[in-house]
């Protein structure tokens, strides 16, 4: 159920489409839309003196959790069609923070964010910031997609719009959307029309659950951003990850565990292919948006190709199959470690669980 305002969202027609519309125009959510947009955008830095708060970050197709007494701020960026998307229990502050970039997750991963919800209370509404998903025009056909897009030329932003709105709508619990900053609220145009996006990204206190445009660097996207960005490639094969987000962040330890997994010798041999190829051609190859993205996106995709091809083998990564775990040293900086000296066995894989309509 939706709800805005405290007044249950009722339009006038269910269908996922009307319904976007429909929030787009909403009084309320047009006015936080402003609101938001003349907020100046957060740069977390590291080597910033003022960014001194416990941060977690989640990349594309990440999720987490967050305790609010163990961290502070609590983000995502690097968006363009996808949507950055906060659910917040108000009661307790536990906050979800994912990167939603299809409607092919969406089913799964509202449900695995829903650990933020309270079992022993049916009326807790938990506020939802829904931001990122800029208007853009036919989308070329991607190296990720093409494992899951049957149609490229529809678009990405509106689909992933349609489909996390008719989630809420179906759903039992009570969501309050607090801001839409999606689709029209995110787009900006050049003299010639071209649209761009407004924000790329956001971040959340807490401790009040304020959310802000934000945008991270290479010292705040972490730990392990290559290895967490090949996992985003290498779980388009991998058939136990359909339609689920990626979970490396362990809510009640404060740590990050990356379990290991197994890249291919296809991934390796495209990497090779791409790595020589020039800037446009790579943002024309691997962009559902090639003239809007960050300017360190192509660098990005060369130093995970590099990677790649220095380490075909993932058992080269993962040794002795174990995983890569990481603890927090300070506020911003992470160490990868082993519990007492040990190494940290694997986590069980959680069994896929079939999700219908109204169950979460």
């Given at each position: 159920m939706i709800y805005i305002k405290g007044a249950r969202f009722l339009p006038d027609s269910s269908s996922?489409?009307?319904?976007?519309?429909?929030?787009l125009e909403h009084p309320d959510l047009v006015s936080a839309s402003h609101s938001f947009s003349a907020i100046p955008e957060r740069?977390?830095?590291?080597?910033?003196?003022?960014?001194?708060?416990k941060c977690v970050y989640v990349f594309q197709r990440e999720y987490a959790t967050v305790d609010p007494a163990l961290v502070e701020v609590f983000g995502t960026d690097e968006a363009t069609t996808c949507v950055g998307m906060v659910v917040r229990n108000c009661r307790t502050g536990m906050t979800s923070v994912a990167h939603l970039d299809s409607p092919n997750v969406v089913d799964i991963g509202l449900f695995q964010m829903m650990s933020v919800s309270d079992s022993d209370n049916d009326d807790i509404v938990l506020d939802v910031h829904i931001v990122g998903a800029f208007e853009d025009s036919a989308p070329q056909l991607t190296y990720s997609v093409l494992f899951e897009q049957e149609n490229p030329m529809?678009?990405?932003?509106?689909?992933?719009?349609?489909?996390?709105?008719?989630?809420?709508?179906e759903s039992v619990f009570k969501f309050e959307i607090k801001?839409?900053?999606v689709l029209k609220h995110n787009t900006r145009r050049d003299s010639k029309g071209n649209p761009y996006p407004i924000f790329h990204g956001l971040a959340v206190e807490t401790s009040s659950g304020s959310v802000i445009p934000a945008s991270f660097d290479s010292s705040t996207r972490c730990p392990d951003d290559i290895i967490?960005?090949?996992?985003?490639s290498a779980s388009f094969e991998d058939?136990?990850?359909?339609?689920?987000?990626?979970?490396?962040?362990?809510?009640?330890t404060d740590r990050f565990v990356i379990t290991p997994f197994s890249w291919s010798k296809r991934l390796v041999h495209y990497a090779?292919?791409?790595r020589h190829r020039s800037d446009i051609e790579i943002l024309l190859t691997t962009s559902t948006s090639p003239s809007a993205e960050g300017p360190d996106f192509v660098d990005n995709q060369r130093r995970i190709w590099e990677y790649l091809i220095r380490h075909p083998d993932w058992r080269q990564v993962f040794h002795s199959k174990l995983a890569r775990v990481f603890e927090r040293v300070g506020n911003m900086s992470w160490v990868m470690t082993t519990d007492e000296g040990s190494v940290v066995p694997l986590r069980p894989k959680i069994p896929k669980q079939k999700i219908g309509k109204n169950t979460y």
């Open positions: 996922g489409h009307d319904m976007v519309l429909s929030l740069k977390f830095v590291v080597s910033e003196e003022s960014i001194q708060a529809e678009g990405y932003s509106f689909p992933l719009c349609m489909k996390i709105v008719e989630n809420l709508a801001h839409f900053q967490r960005r090949i996992r985003l058939p136990r990850q359909t339609g689920r987000l990626l979970d490396t962040y362990e809510t009640q090779s292919m791409m």
